[in-house]
């Protein structure tokens, strides 16, 4: 279940990846599914943090952090005055791109949850959050791999923001 609904995940993790910050990287990704994990367990417990029709609203964290991103690249292309290195991404903007393209692993935790039980829940989110560990040694192996990280290098600055702007839309489409 992790795999299936974490495929996306891992294009937007070498990107993250890419852009160096590895540990920040790695923090946001784990502070998101935390988040998602928390927000599901509520769910399944009958809380109902979100209504089905705010789902979508969530697409425009990832559409404002690729407009602003593209913002950038489209600034550095015309200002030759900056010699300093991107930093990498935000812990926080990592986290609430993890967020709004979680709205799907939610959907699919909640009734699962629900059906499982308090040990239940406890195994599926022990064994979550150590998959998560290694999808983000899946999304490191994937930006180190001299053909992708040359492709990311080149080309991650630009990918980067249409990537989030499409799953932004896609999330606030859907």
């Given at each position: 279940?992790?795999?299936?609904?974490?495929?996306?995940?891992?294009?937007?993790?070498?990107?993250f990846?890419?852009?160096g910050?590895?540990v920040?990287?790695?923090?946001?990704?784990?502070?998101?599914?935390?988040?998602?994990?928390?927000?599901?367990?509520?769910?399944?417990l009958?809380?109902?943090l979100?209504?089905?029709s705010?789902?979508?609203?969530?697409g425009?964290v990832?559409?404002f952090?690729g407009l602003r991103?593209a913002?950038?690249?489209?600034?550095?292309?015309?200002?030759?005055?900056?010699?300093q290195?991107?930093a990498?991404?935000?812990?926080?903007?990592?986290?609430?791109?993890?967020?709004a393209?979680g709205?799907?692993n939610a959907?699919?935790?909640?009734?699962?949850?629900?059906v499982?039980?308090?040990t239940?829940?406890?195994?599926?989110?022990?064994?979550?959050?150590?998959?998560l560990?290694?999808?983000?040694?899946?999304?490191?192996?994937l930006?180190t791999?001299?053909?992708?990280a040359?492709l990311?290098a080149?080309?991650?600055?630009?990918?980067?923001?249409?990537v989030?702007?499409?799953?932004?839309?896609?999330?606030?489409?859907?």
């Open positions: 279940m992790f795999v299936v609904t974490n495929v996306d995940d891992l294009v937007l993790l070498a990107l990846f890419a852009r910050a590895v920040r990287v790695v923090a946001g990704q784990y502070l998101g599914f935390g988040a998602i994990l928390a927000v599901s367990v509520a769910g399944a009958g809380a109902g979100l209504p089905e705010a789902l979508p609203w969530l425009l990832p559409l952090l991103a913002w950038q690249v489209w600034r550095r292309r015309t200002d030759d005055d900056d010699d290195p991107d990498g991404p935000a812990v926080l903007a990592v986290a609430a791109v993890t967020v393209n709205g799907d959907g699919v935790y909640v009734p699962v949850f629900a499982s039980g308090t239940g829940i406890v195994v599926y989110s022990v064994v979550f959050l150590v998959l560990g290694v999808w983000c040694l899946a999304g490191v192996f930006a791999r001299p053909v992708v040359r990311l080149r080309w991650g600055h630009v990918v980067l923001p249409v989030l702007i499409g799953v932004g839309l896609l999330i606030l489409l859907s």
